[in-house]
T-cell receptor, first 113, second 115 residues
Framework: KAGVTQTPRYLIKTRGQQVTLSCSPISGHRSVSWYQQTPGQGLQFLFE???????NKGNFPGRFSGRQFSNSRSEMNVSTLELGDSALYLC????FGDGNEAFFGQGTRLTVV | AQSVSQHNHHVILSEAASLELGCNYS??????LFWYVQYPGQHLQLLLKYFSGDPLVKGIKGFEAEFIKSKFSFNLRKPSVQWSDTAEYFC?????????????FGGGTRLMVKP
């Protein structure tokens, strides 16, 4: 079956702009999580959505937001981009329930210039 | 604060050498534990997981890990590494105190295997 699909794969944006990243989970998976990966901070949890509701949230400013649609697809949005937002953004999907393994997509590489 | 520590940031081994990567976590209560691998240019893939039961778990590609509850550790091992094991390895923890799926990752260990 198809894995987690993230689009676009690469993105270059200018400081101050906003960006929307998209994620299609594995069919049947209802939990979608987002992570930021940077060389300095490693992998950090952004938020998790389940049944169109944010279930968990990491320690990121309000400029980072997300949503989930009824088909479990998810988007994350970053407004007023800063240079420090340059990172690999990873989406992961899991079955419903708690503490399940996460299946990761290839990620979206965001560069802010 | 809850955290996951991986002791080695960089490891260089020759082929056929044995591997052990350390992972310690600071969580109270029940946790699910994972090791993920990221090969160059590829996405994060699950190597193995521990939910409950036998503390020695076997994963893909000959990897295994041992959960030692008293030491809050979940070390990854492989008896004989291959050049193709060159990758970055991440330990991750999901606390079951909170509903949902939220992984806390260690800082990662870059493994280079010399042919």
């Amino acid at each position: 079956k198809a894995g987690v699909t993230q689009t676009p794969r690469y993105l270059i944006k200018t400081r101050g702009q906003q960006v929307t990243l998209s994620c299609s989970p594995i069919s049947g998976h209802r939990s979608v999580s987002w992570y930021q990966q940077t060389p300095g901070q490693g992998l950090q949890f952004l938020f998790e959505y389940f049944s169109e509701t944010q279930r968990n949230k990491g320690n990121f400013p309000g400029r980072f937001s997300g949503r989930q649609f009824s088909n479990s697809r998810s988007e994350m949005n970053v407004s007023t981009l800063e240079l420090g937002d340059s990172a690999l953004y990873l989406c992961a999907s899991s079955l419903f329930g708690d503490g399940n393994e996460a299946f990761f997509g290839q990620g979206t590489r965001l560069t802010v210039v | 604060a809850q955290s996951v520590s991986q002791h080695n940031h960089h490891v260089i081994l020759s082929e056929a050498a044995s591997l052990e990567l350390g992972c310690n976590y600071s969580y109270g209560g029940t946790v699910n534990l994972f090791w993920y691998v990221q090969y160059p240019g590829q996405h994060l893939q699950l190597l193995l997981k521990y939910f409950s039961g036998d503390p020695l778990v076997k994963g893909i590609k000959g990897f295994e890990a041992e959960f030692i509850k008293s030491k809050f550790s979940f070390n990854l091992r492989k008896p004989s590494v291959q050049w193709s094991d060159t990758a970055e390895y991440f330990c991750a923890v999901n606390s079951l105190k909170r509903a949902g799926n939220m992984l806390t990752f260690g800082g990662g260990t870059r493994l280079m295997v010399k042919p």
